[in-house]
Structures are given as C-alpha cells and as structure tokens.
C-alpha cells in the first residue's frame, strides 16, 4: 500500500472513531430540568426537546411584571449551560472508551465506483465520459459561485428563526431551527394581572406552535430558499445524482 493510501485509510479511521466519540456522548442522558434560586420558574426539557415552563403563582413575590421574561431566558441559559457542560464531560469520557474502526466501503459500492462501472457500459464511452465531466464541473462551480451566499442564507434563517405571538400579542416567543427558545416577550399589562398558571399555558402554547411551524419549514430541506436549492433532491438520493452526472435526469 503506498504512503498516500495508508495516509488516507488513517484519516477515514481518525474521522469514523471521532463521529463515533460524539454520537457516544449525545446518547448519553444530560440535564433536562433548571429553575431559578426563588424557584417560581421551572423549566423542564422533554427527550424530543419540547421545553415546558411552569411558573408559580407566586411570582410577583420575585419578579416584576417586565422581568419575568429575562427570568424564564435567564434558567433557559443555565439549563443549555448545564447540558453543555455535561456532554463536555460524557465526550471525555467517551474518549477513553475503545472504538472500533470503520471498515471502507468496496470503490465498486461507493458513487464514483458506480460511475465508473455506468460509464464503461456505454457503447459510446467516451461521449458519456465527456458529458460526465462537463456535469461534474459545471456543479463545481456553481457550488464555487453560491457557496457564500447560500451560507449566509442558511445563518440569517438560522438566525432568523421562527416566531409566534399569542392573542392579544400576549407572549411572543422565537425559537431556533432545532426548536430552542431564542427569546421571548410578555406584554406587561396583560402580566400584570395574570396568574402563573395563565402565563405558562400562553407560554407553552406558543412555544409549541414555534415548534410546530419551523418543523414543517425545515422538513423542506437545508438547502431550500438558497441559490443551490436544486441539489436538495440529491441528498439522501446518490442514484438521482448519478443519473443527473450522467445526464440521464
């Protein structure tokens, strides 16, 4: 085996028993509740990641009406820094266990194996191959030419995020494409006068309604809304993309 060879099974090794490490560490259970010293606000974080809020009745005793918000975002801060600190520790430990390398799928499985095997049964191999490479370069620069922009697409909706306001623009909430809890708003004079019981439902209604919506907008797809939006179809479907290198699609 020469030297680049061996130095590339080594890489799939390092990176194959890192993907491991980190899957490792994400399976393993990480804090899913928090709540404040004064404990008026709970927050509990469901396996599927849907957040809960429970706030006591009590709550004026601690917080102001226009500072119940930052409240509730303040133990939805701890709680993420807890769970961060957690998978920290479960990745250390991870990294001790012993992982077992990934064996190289056969060339002839992967999609250049199959390309080549298509290509070589083709009466006319040479045009196929010609086109093949026409293709094969005409999507590498237009990855080239949108890759910026299509990034900065997928950071502006990630930032974006998705937001929900209740009746009366009672609560406002926005959360994350992956459904965390980005900010929040409560209408002061509603507060005011409402029990804790209210405010968690109007909380918890909205939030899951967020959910709810950026779920059915990223069931769409990553690419979606960018410049490279036709490629979507080609991610979870290698034979589409090798007929539309072939310039069979």
Known sequence: MS??????YQLHDDLMREARIYE????????????DDSGTIFLDLSGEGVLTVD?????????????LADGVMAVFGALGEARLAEW?????????????????????????????????????????A??????VLGVLDDIVANFDSTFDAAVTRGRAGTRVESTDARVSVRVSPAGDLLSLELSPTWV????????????????????SDTALRAAGGVLDGTPLAK?????????????????KD
């Open 3 to 8: 030297d680049d060879a061996e130095r590339f």
């Open 88 to 128: 920290a520790v479960q990745v250390d430990a991870a990294m001790d266990r012993p992982h077992a390398a990934t064996p190289v799928p056969p060339t002839s499985q992967t999609t250049a194996g199959r390309m080549r095997a298509a290509l070589e049964a083709e009466s006319e191999g040479t045009v196929a």
């Open 55 to 67: 706030i006591g009745d009590a709550w004026r005793d601690t917080y102001a009406p226009g500072e």
């Open 192 to 211: 005011s006068r409402a029990t804790g019981g209210d405010i968690s439902r109007e909380l918890n209604d909205a939030i899951a309604r967020a959910r």
């Open 24 to 35: 490792d560490a994400a399976a393993q259970p990480l804090p899913a509740s928090a709540h």
């Open 231 to 247: 490629y979507q179809r080609f991610v979870d479907d290698p034979e589409a993309f090798e007929n539309f290198l072939r310039g």
């Open 130 to 135: 010609n086109k093949v490479l026409e293709n």
